[in-house]
C-alpha cells in the first residue's frame, strides 16, 4: 500500500504520526507568563501556546489549536522538549532544528538533546513542509525574546 | 471563425489530451493527474507553437512602426483582441483591453471608474465568495472614499438568493461586482438578474469571469454586464495576460490608469492627450506575443465549442461528486447538485488536514490545491482554514476521477495505520 | 553564475546569430537587417525554449501548491528573480518585483512611492529627453499634487551638464527620475552624480534602465539608485515582463500598488495584511513563464558579459557614425563621440521624410524605426516632428551596417530620379 | 536601381512624386473661410489648410505644411481637386478616395472626377501609409461640415 505513497514514509515516521494523532500538553496553562499564537494562513495553521516560566526555566507549557499533521506533531515535539529548560537551553535547541531543516549537520550532543525531534528531518525531502516544522519553533523563540527583554 | 458555442472539432478527450504535451509527465513516478484547472490551466501544443512562431518568425514591437515585422506584429495583436471581442460577444473590439491577468483587470476598474464614481456615503456590493483580488481594491477603495462595502450573502449551499439583493443593492450603490463562478464552490452566480438589478438602482455591474468564460459560453450583452475580468493562463493561454471587458462608453468616459508610451497620442514638455480606445489603457510595449497566443487559445476553445466544453466539465463534476460523497468521510462546500455549479469541487476530509492529503496525492501523481484559495473569509465561514480543492478542464477524464478517489482512500488507509 | 561583466563564452557573432531564429526570415525577398532593437530585441533559441520547456513540462500557478508542478514553477519562478537580482548587483532579490515593463515600473513608483512623499511645493526634477512613459506619469502626479515637474536640460550635443543641475535640484526636490540612457540621442547620463546630487538634498533618485541594462555592464550599488526599471523585451527576453529593482527599506515602506491574490497575507471581510516583499507588489498570477524565460535571457548575457557586449556595440556605434555622417544629406541627432552614447542613431536626412525612408528600407529587408521614439518633446526640440534611428545589439554585424548605408544610398537616388 | 527597392513604385507613382517635390497651391489664403490644421503626430505629417468658400463652392485652397512624400502629394492632390467644386461635390470626392483606398469599386464618373488623384490607389498595398494619403482628405470634410453647420 505504501508503494504507491513513494516517500510518504519519510516524511511521516511513525514518532510524527504518533504525536499528530495523540498531542502532548494540550492543555491551557493558567496564568501563563509567555502566551502567543502563531499562524499560517495559507495553510490553515493556527496554535495558540502558552509557558509558565519559573527561575528562567520552562515550567510548564500548553499548546492548543490545529494544523497539519507536520506542524501539529512539531509543536507537540516541542511541548514535550521545553518544558524544564532554561531559555538559553531553548534557544539553542530552536538553532538545531532550524539547521537540521536546512540540511545542515548537527553535533551529536545536539542530536542528542532533539531526539525524537530528529524524525522531523525527513521534511527536508519536502521543502514546501518545512514552513509547517518551523511554525511553532520560530514563533516560541521569538515570544521568548519577547518575554525576555520586555 | 465558427461560433464559440458549438464548435466545429469533435469532442474526443483522446484526441484533446495528445495536444497537451505536459499529460505525458510522470509526477513521483506516476502518470500526472492534473486537478488544479481553477489554478491554472494546462496549454496545448498550438498555444505554444504560437509563441515560438511569433518569436522565431514576427518579433516586433507594435505600432506605429513601418516595418513589415511591425507591421506584422500590430496584425496579429489586434486579430487577437478581435478573436477575443468574439468569444465573449463583445460589440467592438476596442472595448477589449489586455491586462496582465484578472486580478489587474479589477484594479484597473476600482482605480479609474470607481475613483470617480464613487463617493462618501456611497457603497460598493460584493458577494461573500469572492477571490480576493475581487474583495482587496473594493476595501481599499471603500476606505479612501468614506464609502460601504456590502456583502450579499449565500444560503447554506452556497447560492445567492435573488431576495437578499434587496436592502443589500439600493440607490447608492454605485457598482456591484460579482463573480460569475466561485473557484472554492464552484456556484454559478445570477449575473444577469443582479445586472437588471444593479441597473435598475443605476449602478453598473462588473462580472469575476475569470472561472466562468473558460468553461462556458459566456456573451456579454446577453449578460448585460458593465465590465467583465478573465485571464487567459486559465483558459489555455499564457501567463501575464489578461483581458478587461467594458462597455465603450463607460471605457471612453475613464481616465486612464497607467501612463507612458502607446496610450498617448502627444506630449508636450507640459502635458499629454490621451489615445483612442484601446490604447488609452494599454500604456508601454504590450505582452505581445502572449495576446497572440491568447488567440490561439480562443481559436482552440472555439473549435472545441463552449457549448461542449461546458457538458463535458458538468458530466466529470456529476460523477466525481458522486464518488466523493460516497466515501462518507468528507464534506463538499457549496451546491451539491451540479446543474448549479462548474466543474469545481472543494472539500474537507473528517480527519486528513488539506495539506497532508495534498501531499499524499502528489506522491501518486495527482495535483489538487490546497489552502484558502484566495478566499480565506469565504473558508472561514465554513469554520476551517483549509480545504482541498479539484478542478476539472477539457482534458481531464473519468478515469482520473477514479485515480483520485483511489489515491484518496491510498491516503486514509495510510493515515490510519 | 559567472560575473554579468566578464562572460564566459566567446563573443563569436556568428554563432550568436545561429542561436536567432528570426534572423533566417526574407523580407521581401531580402535578408532581414533588424535595426530596431532600441524598441525590442530578437529572441534566441535559448530563451524560446525556456518557454517551451515551461510550458510542455511545468506549468503551473506558483505559491502555496504542495503538488510538484507547482513547487517547481515556483522555483523556477523565484530563481529567475535571483538571476536578475545579480545581473543588477541588487543586494537582495526580494527587491526585484516583476512588472509588466518599464512603463508599468514607473507608473508604480509614482503611484505609491512618489504619491505618498511628493506633496504641494515639492518638485521632481526629470530630464528633457525621457521617453513618453518617464514624463506623463511625473506630470499627473505634479499636477495632483501641485508639485512643480522640473527638467534638466542638455546642450547642443544631447549632453546633461551637472552645473544645469545646480538650482534645478534643490531641497525641495523629492525625486529625480532620469534615463539611463536615451533612446533617441543614445546619451549616456551621468547617473551615479545626480544620484549624489540628488541625496544630498535627500531626495531619491529612480534610473530609466530600458536602454542601459540591455546593454551595458549596470550595477545598482555603484550607482547608488533608489529605483531602477527596465524591460526584458528589450534584453533577448519575452514580451509582457518588466522589472522593478528598488532599495529594500524603500520598497518596505511603500503601499502596495494593486490588491489581489498573492500580494496578501490575510484577508477578512473587513480588512487585510500585505504579504512580505517581493509579493506586495505582484497581485494575482504573476507572468511566471515570461519571468522564468527572463532568467534565460540574463544567463544567455551573462555568458557573453556584458562588458562584451558594450564592446561590440561601440564598434558598430563607431563604424555606423562615421559611414552615416559621410554622406553628407544627415543630420545625427545626439553627441557624435561614440564613446558618450550607446548604440541607438537617430537622424534627419536633408530630403527624404523619415517615413518615406522606413518605407523604402523595408522594401530592401532592412528594418528601422521612424516617428517621434515615444519622445515628443525631445524630437519637437530638434525642430522636427519625427526622425529615423537605427539601433543595434549583439548579432548585428559591420556588414549589417553597410547593408543599410547603401539602402540609404538607393533611397536617395530613388527619390531623386 | 529600382530592383532592389521593390514595390516602391506602386507607392510612389511618378505623379505623386511630381506632387510631392512641388505641392500646388502653397500660398497662404487671406481672410480664408475654413481654417484647420490637421496632423499625424505619430509620423509627424501637419498640414494647415485654408479655403475660400463662395457660394457655396470652394473658391481658393492653401496648403502649408510638412509631412512624408504620400500625406504630402496627397494634400496638393487635394487642393488641385477642391478649387471650384461644391461642398458636396467634394463630400463625394472624399467618399469616393476613402472607397478607393480601402480597397473598394469606384465607379467610372467617381474615377473622371478624382484623375490623377487615382494614382493614390497603389498605397493599398502599404496599409500602414492609408492614414498618411488620408489625412488631409479627413480634415477637409471635418472641416467643411463644421463650417456648413457653424
Ligand atoms: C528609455 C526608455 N524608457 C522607457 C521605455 C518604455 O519601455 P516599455 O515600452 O517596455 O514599457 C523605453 C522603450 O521604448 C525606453 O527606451
Ligand atoms: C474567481 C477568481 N477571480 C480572480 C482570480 C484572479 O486571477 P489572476 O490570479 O489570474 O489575477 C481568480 C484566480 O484564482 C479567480 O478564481
Known amino acids: 500500500m505504501t508503494g504507491a505513497l513513494g516517500n510518504m514514509d519519510d516524511l511521516y515516521e511513525a514518532i510524527i504520526l504518533d504525536h499528530y494523532r495523540s498531542p502532548r500538553n494540550t492543555a491551557p496553562v493558567e496564568e501563563a507568563d509567555v502566551d502567543f499564537e502563531v499562524n499560517n494562513p495559507f495553510c490553515g495553521d493556527e496554535f495558540h501556546i502558552q509557558l509558565k516560566v519559573e527561575n528562567d526555566a520552562v515550567a510548564k507549557v500548553g499548546i492548543t489549536g490545529r494544523g497539519c499533521a507536520i506542524s501539529q506533531a512539531s509543536a507537540s515535539l516541542l511541548a514535550e522538549l521545553v518544558e524544564g529548560k532554561s531559555s538559553d537551553e531553548v534557544h539553542a535547541a530552536v538553532?538545531?532544528?532550524?539547521?537540521?531543516?536546512?540540511?545542515?549537520?548537527?553535533?551529536?550532543?545536539?542530536?542528542?538533546?532533539?531526539?525524537?525531534?530528529?524524525?522531523?528531518?525527513?521534511?527536508?525531502?519536502?521543502?514546501?513542509?518545512?514552513?509547517?516544522?518551523?511554525?511553532?519553533?520560530?514563533?516560541?523563540?521569538?515570544?521568548?525574546k519577547a518575554h525576555q527583554t520586555g | 471563425m465558427s461560433n464559440p458555442e458549438f464548435g466545429s472539432r469533435v469532442f474526443d478527450v483522446d484526441a484533446i489530451r495528445a495536444d497537451f504535451p505536459i499529460l505525458q509527465r510522470k509526477i513521483n513516478g506516476n502518470d500526472l493527474v492534473y486537478l488544479d484547472n481553477a489554478a491554472t490551466t494546462q496549454k496545448p501544443n498550438q498555444v505554444i507553437k504560437s509563441l515560438v512562431d511569433y518569436y522565431e518568425q514576427t518579433n516586433a514591437n507594435v505600432h506605429r512602426g513601418v516595418h513589415t515585422l511591425s507591421i506584422e506584429a500590430t496584425d496579429g495583436y489586434e486579430l487577437?483582441?478581435?478573436?477575443?471581442?468574439?468569444?465573449?460577444?463583445?460589440?467592438?473590439?476596442?472595448?477589449?483591453?489586455?491586462?496582465r491577468n484578472t486580478s489587474e483587470s479589477l484594479n484597473l476598474v476600482a482605480a479609474t471608474w470607481a475613483e470617480a464614481n464613487v463617493g462618501e456615503g456611497d457603497n460598493i456590493v460584493i458577494t461573500a465568495m469572492e477571490h480576493h483580488s475581487n474583495i482587496v481594491p473594493w476595501q481599499q477603495l471603500a476606505d479612501k472614499k468614506g464609502a460601504e462595502l456590502r456583502y450579499l450573502p449565500h444560503n447554506e449551499e452556497g447560492l445567492i438568493e435573488l431576495d437578499s439583493a434587496t436592502g443589500v443593492i439600493d440607490y447608492r450603490t454605485k457598482i456591484v461586482a460579482v463573480t460569475h463562478m466561485s473557484n472554492v464552490?464552484?456556484?454559478?452566480?445570477?449575473?444577469?438578474?443582479?445586472?437588471?438589478?444593479?441597473?435598475?438602482?443605476?449602478?453598473?455591474?462588473?462580472?469575476?469571469?475569470?472561472?466562468?468564460?473558460?468553461?462556458?459560453?459566456?456573451?456579454?450583452?446577453?449578460?448585460?454586464?458593465?465590465?467583465?475580468?478573465?485571464?487567459?493562463?486559465?483558459?489555455?493561454?499564457?501567463?501575464?495576460?489578461?483581458?478587461?471587458?467594458?462597455?465603450?462608453?463607460?471605457?471612453?468616459?475613464?481616465?486612464?490608469?497607467?501612463?507612458?508610451?502607446?496610450?498617448?497620442?502627444?506630449?508636450?514638455?507640459?502635458?499629454?492627450?490621451?489615445?483612442?480606445?484601446?490604447?488609452?489603457?494599454?500604456?508601454?510595449?504590450?505582452?505581445?506575443?502572449?495576446?497572440?497566443?491568447?488567440?490561439?487559445?480562443?481559436?482552440?476553445?472555439?473549435?472545441?465549442?463552449?457549448?461542449?466544453?461546458?457538458?463535458?466539465?458538468?458530466?466529470?463534476?456529476?460523477?466525481?461528486?458522486?464518488?466523493?460523497?460516497?466515501?462518507?468521510?468528507?464534506?463538499?462546500?457549496?451546491?451539491?447538485?451540479?446543474?448549479?455549479?462548474?466543474?469545481?469541487?472543494?472539500?474537507?476530509?473528517?480527519?486528513?488536514?488539506?495539506?497532508?492529503?495534498?501531499?499524499?496525492?502528489?506522491?501518486?501523481?495527482?495535483?489538487?490545491?490546497?489552502?484558502?484559495?484566495?478566499?480565506?473569509?469565504?473558508?472561514?465561514?465554513?469554520?476551517?482554514?483549509?480545504?482541498?480543492?479539484?478542478?476539472?478542464?477539457?482534458?481531464?477524464?473519468?478515469?482520473?476521477v477514479d485515480a483520485f478517489v483511489s489515491g484518496l482512500c491510498e491516503t486514509e488507509g495510510y493515515f490510519s495505520r
Not at chain 1, 99 to 125: F, N, P, Q, W, Y
Not at chain 2, 81 to 99: G, L, S, Y
Not at chain 2, 244 to 250: A, I
Not at chain 2, 358 to 384: E, K, N, W, Y
Open chain 2, 80 to 99: 487577437a483582441r478581435t478573436k477575443v471581442a468574439k468569444f465573449i460577444n463583445a460589440p467592438r473590439p476596442e472595448e477589449v483591453i489586455w491586462t
Open chain 2, 185 to 400: 464552490l464552484g456556484t454559478i452566480n445570477p449575473v444577469a438578474k443582479l445586472a437588471e438589478r444593479a441597473h435598475s438602482v443605476g449602478a453598473v455591474i462588473l462580472v469575476d469571469a475569470a472561472q466562468s468564460v473558460p468553461h462556458m459560453p459566456v456573451d456579454v450583452q446577453a449578460l448585460d454586464a458593465d465590465f467583465l475580468c478573465f485571464s487567459a493562463h486559465k483558459m489555455l493561454g499564457p501567463t501575464g495576460i489578461g483581458v478587461l471587458w467594458g462597455k465603450y462608453d463607460l471605457l471612453e468616459a475613464m481616465p486612464p490608469y497607467m501612463f507612458g508610451g502607446d496610450m498617448i497620442l502627444e506630449v508636450t514638455y507640459e502635458d499629454a492627450t490621451w489615445n483612442d480606445l484601446p490604447y488609452k489603457f494599454e500604456a508601454g510595449t504590450p505582452n505581445i506575443a502572449d495576446a497572440i497566443a491568447t488567440g490561439a487559445a480562443v481559436d482552440y476553445l472555439t473549435e472545441l465549442g463552449m457549448d461542449n466544453v461546458w457538458q463535458h466539465e458538468q458530466e466529470l463534476t456529476d460523477y466525481a461528486m458522486e464518488q466523493i460523497l460516497s466515501l462518507g468521510s468528507v464534506r463538499v462546500l457549496g451546491p451539491q447538485n451540479p446543474a448549479l455549479r462548474g466543474g469545481v469541487i472543494s472539500f474537507i476530509h473528517d480527519t486528513i488536514h488539506p495539506h497532508d492529503l495534498g501531499t499524499a496525492l502528489d506522491q501518486q501523481g495527482i495535483a489538487i490545491r490546497t489552502g484558502h484559495h484566495c478566499a480565506m473569509p469565504l473558508v472561514r465561514s465554513f469554520d476551517v482554514v483549509a480545504a482541498a480543492r479539484v478542478s476539472f478542464y477539457i482534458y481531464n477524464t473519468k478515469s482520473e
Open chain 1, 95 to 144: 538553532s538545531s532544528i532550524r539547521r537540521l531543516l536546512k540540511g545542515e549537520e548537527i553535533t551529536d550532543e545536539e542530536a542528542d538533546v532533539l531526539g525524537d525531534i530528529e524524525a522531523l528531518a525527513g521534511v527536508r525531502k519536502f521543502p514546501v513542509r518545512i514552513k509547517c516544522a518551523l511554525l511553532s519553533w520560530v514563533g516560541l523563540d521569538d515570544a521568548l
